[in-house]
């Protein structure tokens, strides 16, 4: 399963001079989502990479070095900070408390599955689950990448609202990311050596200017240089505010314990759980191991979980494996981990210098969008070579409705949530948690099943016995 033909020792095949661009690729790659949750829930955007840099160098000590993962910012909690906080930071605190909590349900079921087995925790979850669920991350993402990309557009999501606020829109700035997608493509396709190792950052750079050109001519906006040495001090209770514009502590905080926020958290936890499972069989298939056994679930899920917790306990929200750097290892082919430990420590420095976060913050979000509209078509791709290397028999109507029921609900429910009150608040399910639940649901109740867990061999997840 997965290519392996790719580079596993960059530090010997390219050198570490080419080895750390790999690494800052892969910043740039997980930047744009990681800051994006530090924006929309009001948390420091400095604490949030240090969490996810920090949070990635342990996922790769409990896995032993053996995962081509980084852990950044998820997006699956946005909803319960906005259920316990709602951008009130007075209340961050209950919310990094919730978790805290959040990744102890990590380390409860990796307990679990070292006591019984991974065996029983993977009959929930063969191709025909895992498979349809890696599209639909992809599928899920791409609307975020689409709103970048039509931001300044009069097409785009908040175009009333930048009419209304007096700016101006630009009908012709998606151009910059028309030509990022067109630069990524070119160097994958026809670049040779390290052009075709580093298509997401030369990407980057070539749209970067061309965005500058763009807004020197008035088709796009110009980018704002005003702010780069503006040290923003956190308004969050307790945080540590020390430092300048050049160099800073990044603003820790404490958290704080809260009953309806550890429930909404932890409820959350578990349907992140599913993601996780399904982003480590998108990884072992773009690199072709079988990583759910070697290093094993138990290790991956103590990483993500401990990981998680620890940006709790310092004021970051939590941590997920990055789809979006799965994306790169696919479109690179370089499956060293020792990149993305590089990748790691570079956002642990990069956190504590705040002009180096305020240049980043610069980039047009036109070329977030571009990038990102690549990233997430590669990970729906991975699903789809999930379902076909692993010999899905489609020829099965048990099947067909599994992955039907997954593709239809992951889609439909992101537009109408299922809400549950539970005492004050609401707890939300949106579609990836219900493609989620529905497909194991099916798939546990529902005869014939078609495959067992093999963990025998290295390559793929499932071995499918006994096809009809």
């Given at each position: 399963?997965?290519?392996?033909?790719?580079?596993?020792?960059?530090?010997?095949?390219?050198?570490?001079?080419?080895?750390?661009?790999?690494?800052?690729?892969?910043?740039?790659?997980?930047?744009?989502?990681?800051?994006?949750?530090?924006?929309?829930?009001?948390?420091?955007?400095?604490?949030?990479?240090?969490?996810?840099?920090?949070?990635?160098?342990?996922?790769h000590?409990?896995?032993?070095?053996?995962?081509?993962?980084?852990?950044?910012?998820?997006?699956?909690?946005?909803a319960?900070?906005?259920?316990?906080?709602?951008?009130?930071?007075?209340?961050?605190?209950?919310a990094?408390?919730?978790?805290?909590?959040?990744?102890?349900?990590?380390?409860?079921?990796?307990?679990?599955?070292?006591v019984?087995?991974?065996?029983?925790?993977?009959?929930?979850?063969?191709?025909?689950?895992?498979?349809?669920?890696?599209?639909?991350?992809?599928?899920?993402?791409?609307?975020?990448?689409?709103?970048?990309?039509?931001?300044?557009?009069?097409?785009?999501?908040?175009?009333?609202?930048?009419?209304?606020?007096?700016?101006?829109?630009?009908?012709?700035?998606?151009?910059?990311?028309?030509?990022?997608?067109?630069?990524?493509?070119?160097?994958?396709?026809?670049?040779?050596?390290?052009?075709?190792?580093?298509?997401?950052?030369?990407?980057?750079?070539?749209?970067?200017?061309?965005?500058?050109?763009?807004?020197?001519?008035?088709?796009?906006?110009?980018?704002?240089?005003?702010?780069?040495?503006?040290?923003?001090?956190?308004?969050?209770?307790?945080?540590?505010?020390?430092?300048?514009a050049?160099?800073a502590?990044?603003?820790?905080?404490?958290?704080?314990?809260?009953?309806?926020?550890i429930?909404?958290?932890?409820?959350?936890?578990?349907?992140?759980?599913?993601?996780?499972?399904?982003?480590?069989?998108?990884?072992?298939?773009?690199?072709?191991k079988?990583?759910?056994n070697?290093?094993?679930?138990?290790?991956?899920?103590?990483?993500?979980?401990?990981?998680?917790?620890?940006?709790?306990?310092?004021?970051?929200?939590?941590?997920?494996t990055?789809?979006?750097?799965?994306?790169?290892?696919?479109?690179?082919?370089?499956?060293?981990?020792?990149?993305?430990?590089?990748?790691?420590?570079?956002?642990?420095?990069?956190?504590l210098?705040?002009?180096?976060?305020?240049?980043?913050?610069?980039?047009?979000?036109?070329?977030?969008?571009?990038?990102?509209?690549?990233?997430?078509?590669?990970?729906?791709?991975?699903?789809?070579?999930?379902?076909?290397?692993?010999?899905?028999?489609?020829?099965?109507?048990?099947?067909?409705?599994?992955?039907?029921?997954?593709?239809?609900?992951?889609?439909?429910?992101?537009?109408?949530?299922?809400?549950?009150?539970?005492?004050t608040?609401?707890?939300?399910?949106?579609?990836?948690?219900?493609?989620?639940?529905?497909?194991?649901?099916?798939?546990?109740?529902?005869?014939?099943?078609?495959?067992?867990?093999?963990?025998?061999?290295?390559?793929?997840?499932?071995?499918?016995?006994?096809?009809?």
């Amino acid at each position: 399963m997965g290519n392996n033909n790719g580079i596993i020792d960059a530090r010997k095949e390219l050198g570490m001079g080419k080895t750390f661009l790999l690494g800052f690729q892969h910043v740039f790659a997980m930047f744009g989502a990681t800051v994006l949750v530090p924006l929309l829930t009001g948390l420091s955007v400095s604490v949030t990479l240090f969490c996810a840099g920090i949070a990635t160098l342990w996922f790769h000590f409990i896995t032993k070095g053996k995962v081509p993962i980084f852990l950044g910012s998820s997006f699956a909690f946005l909803a319960a900070f906005a259920t316990i906080a709602n951008g009130d930071p007075n209340l961050l605190p209950f919310a990094t408390g919730g978790i805290v909590c959040a990744g102890g349900v990590y380390v409860v079921l990796a307990i679990l599955i070292h006591v019984f087995g991974v065996k029983k925790v993977m009959r929930l979850f063969p191709p025909v689950v895992t498979g349809p669920i890696i599209i639909l991350i992809g599928i899920n993402l791409s609307t975020s990448a689409l709103d970048n990309i039509l931001t300044n557009h009069p097409l785009g999501k908040y175009a009333n609202d930048i009419v209304a606020n007096g700016g101006t829109l630009y009908p012709y700035a998606f151009l910059i990311a028309v030509f990022a997608i067109l630069v990524i493509i070119a160097c994958n396709i026809w670049g040779k050596g390290m052009i075709k190792i580093l298509p997401i950052l030369i990407g980057i750079i070539a749209s970067y200017i061309f965005a500058l050109i763009f807004g020197f001519l008035g088709l796009a906006p110009k980018i704002d240089f005003s702010n780069l040495f503006v040290h923003h001090v956190s308004q969050i209770p307790n945080s540590i505010n020390i430092g300048n514009a050049f160099v800073a502590i990044p603003p820790f905080h404490l958290p704080q314990f809260r009953a309806d926020a550890i429930i909404v958290f932890v409820v959350v936890a578990l349907a992140a759980v599913i993601e996780h499972i399904g982003d480590i069989a998108a990884i072992g298939g773009t690199c072709g191991k079988n990583f759910i056994n070697n290093p094993g679930l138990t290790r991956t899920l103590l990483g993500d979980g401990i990981g998680t917790s620890l940006a709790g306990l310092m004021g970051g929200p939590a941590n997920t494996t990055y789809s979006e750097n799965t994306g790169v290892v696919a479109l690179t082919g370089v499956y060293d981990p020792f990149v993305l430990r590089v990748a790691a420590v570079i956002a642990i420095v990069l956190s504590l210098f705040p002009f180096v976060d305020n240049f980043i913050n610069t980039i047009p979000s036109e070329i977030i969008g571009g990038v990102s509209f690549v990233v997430y078509g590669l990970i729906s791709a991975v699903g789809l070579r999930t379902l076909v290397e692993n010999r899905v028999n489609f020829n099965s109507m048990r099947n067909i409705i599994v992955a039907a029921i997954i593709l239809v609900s992951g889609i439909a429910f992101n537009y109408t949530k299922i809400s549950i009150p539970v005492g004050t608040v609401n707890l939300e399910f949106g579609g990836l948690a219900c493609a989620a639940i529905f497909g194991i649901v099916l798939n546990a109740i529902l005869p014939g099943k078609d495959y067992t867990f093999d963990d025998s061999k290295d390559p793929g997840v499932i071995d499918l016995v006994g096809e009809n």
